[in-house]
């Protein structure tokens, strides 16, 4: 079985997706930290954003052991994540990558911002998650704040909203919702009333089937 999990709600989307996975006993991919991990070979070597060659490059030698690395969580890195992953041949290069993942034994939840839609389209469940962005700013400053970084929530809501737009607007791979997949705001929900959401819907799907 393979479960999307997409949608503008980041904050604590990859919680979401790791909780299912052990829920399940799958494995599990945030994504979005593939692309994170190629902004920060890019930052890392003073390389521009918008750099295609050097952005491919690092794609390309991309190192699944430095995925754990804390500094990808930052939010300096994450705003870099979205103009690299704006790149189509990054895009291109990473999509066998997170294709394969989904494929293996016993069964995978990966979770970013196109895997209903591009990555895994025919996925046996699709959630979509959102929540209000000043929800979303409040949750990510707490959590900034809680690695010990400084982080003003109005600067954070700012920088959501430019991303968002960003990933809904870009050539390749859009951010948007897929028309087989279910809703779940997670707007007025703690991270265990997300997963009992996500687990309630997974489990309607498999009953239906």
Known sequence: MIIAIDGPAA????TLGKRLAHHYGFRHLDTGVIYRAVAQALLESGAA???EAAAVTAAMEL?????????????TVGDAASVVSAIPKVREVLLNFQRQFAAGP???????RDIGTVICPDADVK???????????????LEARGRGEAADEALVLADILKRDERDKNRATAPLKCAPDAHVLDNSNLDIEGGV??????????????
Do not use: M
Not at 106 to 112: C, I, N, Q, S, T
Not at 196 to 209: H, L, Q
């Open 11 to 14: 904050s604590g989307k990859g």
């Open 127 to 141: 959630i979509f998650v959102v929540a209000d962005p000043k929800v979303r700013a409040h949750r990510r400053t």
């Open 63 to 75: 190192d699944p052991e430095k995925f754990g690395n804390p500094v990808l969580g930052t939010q």
């Open 196 to 209: 009992r959401a996500a687990i309630a819907i997974i489990e309607k799907v498999r009953t239906a089937r």
């Open 106 to 112: 016993p069964g995978a939840v990966l979770d970013g």
């Open 49 to 51: 954003l918008t750099d």
